[in-house]
Each structure stands twice: as C-alpha cells, then as structure tokens.
C-alpha cells in the first residue's frame, strides 16, 4: 500500500534563532519513498543534514527572525502489514545483550526508573518473562493513564505520569519503557508517522505519534519488537522518524533561542486502490 504523509509547521521567532529538527523519515524507511522527502521553507534558508548519535536524520538550520514554516508532503510504500505479535519471544539475560543495547536499560530524562523500579517489580515480577511480560506491562499503562491532548506536559517524567494517572501518546511510551527497564528488558522511544489506517477514523487533528519497542530474542533471533502503550494494539503503517532513549532525544523540533508554535499540520492517510493494485501486481 501507499501512504501520503507530510507536514506544515510555522513558528515565530525573535532574530537569528538556532533550530535542528528530526522531520525526515529514518535511513531505514528511505527506499521505501515513492516521491521525494523534501522539507521546504519559508522564507528560504540555508540547513544541513547530518546523522545524530541514535541514526537519526538531524537537519541544522537557523531561523532569520519572524515566522518561519517548514513543509513537506511525500508518498511511502508500505507493505500494509500490522506491528509484528511473537507470543514467544524470550527475554534475554542481561549479560547477553549486545554493547550497544544495554543503554536502553537505564534510566533516562523521562524515564526514571529509579522511582519506579520498586513498584514494576511488585506489579510485574510474578508474570512470565519475555513477551508475556512486556504485554502485561502494557496493558496496565494502557489502563493507568487517561489519554488527553489537552494535557500535554514537557515536562512529564513516567513517574510523574503514573502518580497524575494522565498525559499523551508519549507519556505512554514513557511509563511502559521505564517498567520494561525496571524490569531488566532493553526498551527504546520511537516517534513518526501514524495515521488512522484500518482502524475507525479520529476526529481529533492529526498528530505525530510515540511508541516503543522492545529487544526480545524471537524465531529468527534478537531483535526490536514495536508496542504501543496508548492504542494497545497492532496497527498499520508506522512510519518510523526517529529513536531514542526518550523523548528528548527525539524532539521533533529544538530551538535555541524563543520561538512560538504558530500553526502545527499533519497529514497521514492510505491512498485508496494501493493496497488492490500491489495484490493484482504480485
């Protein structure tokens, strides 16, 4: 199937304003782009890309003063298929995990684990490790906190969202990353692209989307699982934009320096008859 995915975003800044922004597609989704991924500004300006720590595609510019809005819109192939379910797949003993895993077991800016450790493993310590687990982990955040838009919080740290009960996508993703390290299983952020494919439409304005994943040892070795605390069930056609230990590796957009929200646009829906035409080709 086809996805038609993009942005506008504006903000209004006060002089030369310092930005990075993570608005592109991850590498590994590159070759699956049917038409260019190109960012536009207004008014121009110089930026350049280059890869952050975690591979994430960072693009570097500097805001002239005054408005600024950036905007893409661009078409992805994606197989249509829903987040992979390996009831089976096994935790793996922490001293098997590969060098550059074991960050994903710390606690990080959001995810503090040191408040939460003692409550995960009285929650979460009797149920069978692996997937099972991670599951059980899930469903009890999906069930703790009350999902509203309107109380979005920068500042929100998984443990100030389970005492409030409360928050957005990301403070989902942020409660069941710091119970899965409480519980020694490498947990990492994701955020990108989510529309309402094959599920009911949401009548809320489209947004961007927060998830995690997981590294459990499956059928065909280790690797990172996706799990989504906040809709609690497979979905299609994630367009993954960046990973990190939180969100704030994964802030969309930075700014140094002042610079205000002033018109926020995003759009994520199948292009109808693509999913017919793929089947008919192969």
């Known amino acids: 199937m086809h996805i038609r995915t993009g942005f506008t975003i504006s903000f209004d800044t006060f002089g030369p304003t310092p930005m990075t922004l993570l608005l ?8 699956d782009l049917i038409t260019p991924e190109v960012v536009t500004f207004d008014p121009p300006v110089p930026a350049h890309q280059h ?3 975690f591979g994430n595609v960072c693009t570097r510019l500097v805001a002239p003063g005054g408005r600024i809005t950036m905007t893409a819109d661009f078409t992805v192939a994606d197989s249509g298929e829903p987040d992979v379910v390996e009831p089976t797949a096994r935790q793996i003993p922490v001293q098997d995990l590969p060098d550059d895993v074991l960050m994903f077991l710390l606690g990080s800016r959001y995810c503090d684990t040191d408040k939460l450790s003692q409550t995960a493993w009285s929650l979460f310590g009797s149920t ?5 687990r991670v599951q059980a982990i899930v469903d009890y955040t999906h069930e703790r906190l009350r999902f509203d838009y309107q109380r979005a919080d920068a500042t929100r740290t998984a443990h100030d969202g389970f005492m409030q009960r409360e928050g957005v996508c990301r403070d989902f993703a942020h409660l069941a990353i710091a119970f899965c390290r409480c519980m020694n299983i490498p947990a990492r952020y994701a955020t990108g692209y ?3 494919i094959g599920v009911p439409k949401d009548p809320a304005p489209m947004d961007f989307s927060a998830w995690f994943e997981v590294y459990l040892d499956g059928p065909s070795g280790p690797r990172w699982y996706t799990f989504d605390a906040r809709h609690n069930r497979p979905r299609i056609g994630r367009i993954v934009m960046a990973r990190g230990r939180d969100a704030t590796d994964c802030a969309l957009t930075t700014s140094f320096g002042t610079a205000l929200l002033a018109r926020f646009d995003v759009h994520t829906d199948a292009i109808e008859g693509t999913a017919d035409a793929l089947a008919r080709a192969a």
């Open 194 to 196: 989510l529309g309402d």
């Open 128 to 132: 069978p490790e692996g997937w099972a």
């Open 51 to 53: 890869r952050d720590a």
């Open 24 to 31: 592109n597609v991850r590498p590994e989704r590159q070759d």
